[in-house]
């Protein structure tokens, strides 16, 4: 984990594309692998200390921005997998979630294969994306982003990790759904 302090390094994570002002943190963490995630925001949430997850902060709803705590960056964890052909008309790939849209519309293209969601915002994450369910000029033939998502690996605040794959997990009579957690 790669933790920023200083205050004019930092400053470029205070603003997204919304144009609200004030935003700030006492640090910036910036991932360096994913193992770094759970240990963090365990810490943090023992520490009662707020983290914000930025993505790559082209909202423009500012809910990307941190107003005290930490930030927490993904950008350094972009990898992209390989596509898995599951059949003739459709494929999975594995990705990191600071992966940007565009590489993996660019790699789906490259080997003939069709990203359907089309944000028009290049430069957003694919967990930005996904965390807002970004819909572009495809979206009324081709839907939203999460209705491409198969599974998720999540990281909860408290550090602990669940695999959620579509289908798997139901809410109780009271709403609650309980996520089994990856030993
Ligand atoms: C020119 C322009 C065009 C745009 N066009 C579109 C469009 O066509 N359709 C559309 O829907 N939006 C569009 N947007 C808005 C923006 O690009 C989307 O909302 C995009 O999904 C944000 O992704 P991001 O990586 O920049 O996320 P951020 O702005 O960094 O974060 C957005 C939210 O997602 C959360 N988040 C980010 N990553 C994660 C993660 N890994 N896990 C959990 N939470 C996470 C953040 O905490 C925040 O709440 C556009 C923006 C611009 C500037």
Do not use: H
């Not at 596509?83 to 293209?109: P, S, Y």
């Not at 550090?159 to 289908?167: K, L, M, P, Q, T």
């Amino acid at each position: 984990m790669i933790i920023k302090k200083d205050k004019s390094i930092i400053q470029n994570y205070f603003e997204d594309n919304s144009g609200v002002r004030g935003s700030n943190a006492d640090f910036v963490a910036v991932a360096e692998t994913e193992d770094d995630i759970p240990s963090f925001l365990s810490e943090m949430s023992k520490a009662n200390t707020p983290v914000t997850i930025a993505g790559a902060l082209t909202g423009n709803t500012a809910s990307g921005l941190a107003f005290g705590g930490a930030v927490l960056s993904l950008e350094k964890l972009n990898q992209i997998g390989e596509i898995e052909k599951i059949n003739d008309n459709n494929a999975v790939i594995t990705v990191q979630a600071g992966a940007k849209t565009n590489d993996i519309k660019l790699k789906a293209c490259s080997a003939g294969w069709m990203y359907p969601p089309d944000p028009t915002e290049k430069n957003a994450s694919i967990g930005g994306n996904i965390s807002t369910n970004a819909s572009g000029g495809r979206g009324f033939k081709f839907g939203a982003t999460r209705d491409y998502v198969k599974a998720l690996k999540v990281v909860f605040s408290d550090g602990s990790i669940s695999f959620v794959e579509r289908g798997k997990y139901f809410a109780d009579g009271n709403g609650a759904i309980t996520f089994k957690a990856l030993t």
